[in-house]
């Protein structure tokens, strides 16, 4: 057997090799005429699956190691008999502290108290759940818009997409989709970034195309809009004046915990050897952290310990800088640096690694740090 493997999947030569021969290249470059004689793909999204990529191949599986489906053409997969896995849920806990690492960026920086805020939260799956439940234990009011969900299980705590923008933040969740009632293509464009208040936080952590890049590019000025984006229309080519705009740009990177990236690897490793009828062997061992403690002195806010250990585990100012000190290259060498820090993203670690010391008598802030997956002592 002969598998194809995107080269940055994480752990994917411990995982894969006992199958066959493992051949590891550049994922967004695969071709037609490059998989004739593979029998299986392993992928993250920066590879469109359809029939020009598969058609006259042996391919029989496809994986791809990501939580969402759009850069794959699943109903040609189904016709043709292609046994396809996707990963989901998989870095949804290293999103969702991606999220709040910004979040805290921007209550800290603003001077502002979570209880005096409210967030609107487009879209409850596996990551906008873990928003929410974090979001309540901060105090603010949350507001949660999700029409799919909303029918399905007609539960009323639910708003409007107009209820969620007018939040103070506003944090995107959705999958990419560019038909139907559900569309989120341009969910966000000119006519919902208006009703943004003034000053308003907006985040988009999900796909890039889900809010209109140049309407937005104009409303950041118009409405002082602080605004997160990971993901951005046509990566890794986007627009650069968008990039100098927002006050935190990444390339893509909100899911890459190594938790989030080995959890990819293993769910499509276990789908695979359900594939072949074998029984999964390869369980992965993470490094341990050192220097995994924080301690929390005097009489602490939810914010400033927040913003610590943020500081300590992820700072997300240290992503963005990087990302725009390229703003002045041209759309190609701009492109391949944007890959680059993908692929060579250093090693980030989720809350769960590390251990909080806090003061004596501050079990209301133990209750609130424990939402967010921290161990606390």
Same mark, same amino acid.
């Given at each position: 057997?002969?598998?194809?493997?995107?080269?940055?999947?994480?752990?994917?030569?411990?995982?894969?090799?006992?199958?066959?021969?493992?051949?590891?290249?550049?994922?967004?470059?695969?071709?037609?005429?490059?998989?004739?004689?593979?029998?299986?793909?392993?992928?993250?999204?920066?590879?469109?699956?359809?029939?020009?990529?598969?058609?006259?191949?042996?391919?029989?599986?496809?994986?791809?190691?990501?939580?969402?489906?759009?850069?794959?053409?699943?109903?040609?997969?189904?016709?043709?008999?292609?046994?396809?896995?996707?990963?989901?849920?998989?870095?949804?806990?290293?999103?969702?502290?991606?999220?709040?690492?910004?979040?805290?960026?921007?209550?800290?920086?603003?001077?502002?108290?979570?209880?005096?805020?409210?967030?609107?939260?487009?879209?409850?799956?596996?990551?906008?759940?873990?928003?929410?439940?974090?979001?309540?234990?901060?105090?603010?009011?949350?507001?949660?818009?999700?029409?799919?969900?909303?029918?399905?299980?007609?539960?009323?705590?639910?708003?409007?997409?107009?209820?969620?923008?007018?939040?103070?933040?506003?944090?995107?969740?959705?999958?990419?989709?560019?038909?139907? $009632?559900?569309? +989120?293509?341009?969910?966000?464009?000119? !006519?919902? /970034?208006? %009703?943004?208040?003034? #000053?308003?936080?907006? =985040? @988009?952590?999900?796909?890039?195309?889900?809010?209109?890049?140049?309407?937005?590019?104009?409303?950041?000025?118009?409405?002082?809009?602080?605004?997160?984006?990971?993901?951005?229309?046509?990566?890794?080519?986007?627009?650069?004046?968008?990039?100098?705009?927002?006050?935190?740009?990444?390339?893509?990177?909100?899911?890459?915990?190594?938790?989030?990236?080995?959890?990819?690897?293993?769910?499509?490793?276990?789908?695979?050897?359900?594939?072949?009828?074998?029984?999964?062997?390869?369980?992965?061992?993470?490094?341990?952290?050192?220097?995994?403690? $924080?301690?929390? +002195?005097?009489?602490?806010?939810?914010? !400033?310990? /927040?913003? %610590?250990?943020?500081? #300590?585990?992820?700072? =997300? @100012?240290?992503?963005?800088?990087?990302?725009?000190?390229?703003?002045?290259?041209?759309?190609?060498?701009?492109?391949?640096?944007?890959?680059?820090?993908?692929?060579?993203?250093?090693?980030?670690?989720?809350?769960?690694?590390?251990?909080?010391?806090?003061?004596?008598?501050?079990?209301?802030?133990?209750?609130?740090?424990?939402?967010?997956?921290?161990?606390?002592?």
């Amino acid at each position: 057997m002969k598998i194809l493997i995107d080269q940055n999947i994480a752990y994917a030569r411990q995982a894969f090799s006992r199958f066959g021969e493992c051949v590891f290249a550049d994922g967004r470059n695969f071709t037609n005429s490059q998989l004739k004689n593979f029998d299986a793909l392993i992928i993250r999204s920066v590879t469109q699956i359809n029939r020009t990529l598969l058609e006259n191949t042996n391919i029989k599986f496809v994986g791809t190691a990501t939580i969402g489906t759009d850069h794959v053409d699943i109903d040609y997969l189904k016709k043709e008999g292609i046994t396809f896995a996707y990963a989901p849920g998989c870095n949804s806990q290293s999103v969702a502290e991606y999220v709040f690492s910004a979040i805290t960026k921007y209550i800290t920086s603003q001077n502002l108290r979570f209880k005096d805020l409210s967030i609107g939260i487009i879209g409850k799956g596996n990551i906008g759940s873990k928003v929410e439940r974090m979001s309540r234990a901060t105090g603010m009011k949350t507001l949660i818009n999700d029409p799919p969900l909303q029918r399905k299980t007609g539960g009323k705590n639910f708003v409007s997409l107009s209820e969620a923008l007018e939040a103070d933040i506003v944090t995107l969740h959705v999958p990419l989709t560019f038909s139907g $009632i559900d569309k +989120t293509f341009h969910l966000i464009g000119n !006519n919902e /970034l208006k %009703k943004l208040k003034n #000053k308003a936080m907006l =985040i @988009n952590s999900s796909r890039g195309p889900v809010i209109d890049n140049k309407s937005l590019l104009k409303s950041i000025d118009e409405k002082q809009i602080f605004t997160v984006l990971d993901v951005w229309e046509n990566e890794p080519r986007i627009m650069p004046e968008l990039l100098k705009k927002v006050n935190i740009g990444t390339p893509h990177i909100a899911g890459y915990s190594l938790e989030g990236k080995v959890n990819g690897t293993k769910m499509i490793y276990d789908a695979f050897c359900k594939f072949l009828g074998m029984k999964p062997e390869w369980e992965p061992e993470l490094p341990d952290v050192p220097g995994n403690e $924080i301690e929390i +002195t005097g009489e602490p806010t939810l914010e !400033n310990s /927040l913003n %610590k250990i943020f500081l #300590k585990v992820y700072d =997300i @100012n240290r992503d963005s800088n990087e990302l725009k000190q390229y703003c002045g290259l041209n759309e190609i060498d701009f492109a391949r640096k944007f890959d680059e820090l993908r692929k060579n993203y250093p090693l980030r670690r989720e809350l769960k690694n590390y251990i909080v010391r806090l003061p004596l008598k501050n079990s209301g802030l133990a209750k609130q740090l424990k939402n967010f997956g921290v161990n606390l002592k």
